[in-house]
């Protein structure tokens, strides 16, 4: 946590900002690649081109000592995490980039769930209420009976709860080994996770659609390190407000550049999630408590 003394909160804000532009190019170039390649191959390329971000932690993955409990836990969290990206990366060939973008925001709250019912963490009546608030800005941007839900918008919902999956499992490695342990050891078991299902749909990729999947790897980690650098800065209370830009840039980013509709019952639903997700932060900020709810990105392939 940011101590008083350190705290930076105009940095924290900026780059917070700085890792929304990255998180919105990773979505862009995926949607610019679009379907001729499988999604699962696409994530597969992502994270094997990804491979040479990892070349810092080979000390502290070799160094470390991983009991059978924690390699479930890895495995666990790997396979977990495999699927979330394959449905990611589909979902980004089937919907707006404003609603998968709006939709990432649920993952916090799946999050703050998962702590209540497996981590033995109390689940207070102002959480409760938080997470219905954000179901009902799920409804409202999905507007079932009223608009068609198609595959896209049901493989963001799963991929959501997959990526809170892999987060509170990160937070229960995180507590016995280094953060580049947690993080090398995602990558690798993503990695092999994927390639089972890459080869089953493989279609040989051109020169430019491997430039392509490297710049969202670029991007991706890009946006990662300037988020730990936010968090570094500034408590979450005052960088979490600062993801909304996000949903901004993603609806101008679709309307401008993808001719995609701009639907105000999207960007209202997703103020709506992160209005509930920003509470229930700030809350655990009163609290003095160890925060269990993830910035929307943390877990974002």
Request: glycine content about 6%.
């Amino acid at each position: 946590m940011t101590s008083p003394a350190a705290q930076r909160p105009l940095s924290g804000i900026l780059w917070m900002a700085t890792a929304g532009l990255c998180f919105v190019a990773v979505t862009a170039l995926v949607k610019v690649l679009g379907a001729r390649i499988p999604a699962a191959e696409q994530a597969f390329l992502r994270y094997v081109l990804g491979l040479v971000f990892l070349v810092p932690m080979i000390g502290p993955m070799r160094a470390a000592k991983l009991d059978a409990r924690l390699w479930k836990l890895f495995t666990l969290r790997g396979a977990g995490h495999t699927v979330a990206v394959i449905l990611w990366f589909y979902a980004m060939t089937r919907i707006p980039i404003s609603e998968v973008t709006a939709m990432n925001y649920l993952s916090p709250v799946y999050v703050t769930l998962g702590a209540a019912l497996f981590l033995g963490e109390r689940l207070a009546a102002r959480r409760v209420i938080a997470v219905i608030v954000a179901l009902v800005g799920v409804a409202i941007i999905l507007r079932p009976g009223f608009r068609e839900v198609n595959t896209g918008h049901l493989a963001m919902l799963a991929t959501a709860v997959l990526f809170a999956v892999s987060y509170l499992t990160a937070k229960i490695v995180s507590d016995e080994v280094a953060p580049a342990v947690v993080v090398g050891m995602l990558s690798i078991t993503v990695t092999i996770g994927l390639a089972p299902f890459a080869i089953a749909v493989w279609v040989w990729p051109t020169l430019w659609e491997l430039g392509m999947l490297f710049a969202v790897a670029i991007f991706a980690t890009g946006g990662h390190y300037a988020m730990t650098l936010a968090f570094r800065a500034a408590p979450v209370t005052v960088t979490q407000p600062v993801t909304f830009l996000q949903l901004i840039w993603a609806v101008l980013l679709g309307a401008l550049v993808f001719a995609e509709p701009v639907d105000g019952f999207v960007i209202l639903g997703g103020v709506v999630i992160l209005a509930a997700v920003t509470f229930i932060t700030w809350r655990e900020a009163v609290l003095k408590r160890q925060a269990v709810t993830p910035h929307p990105h943390q877990t974002k392939v």
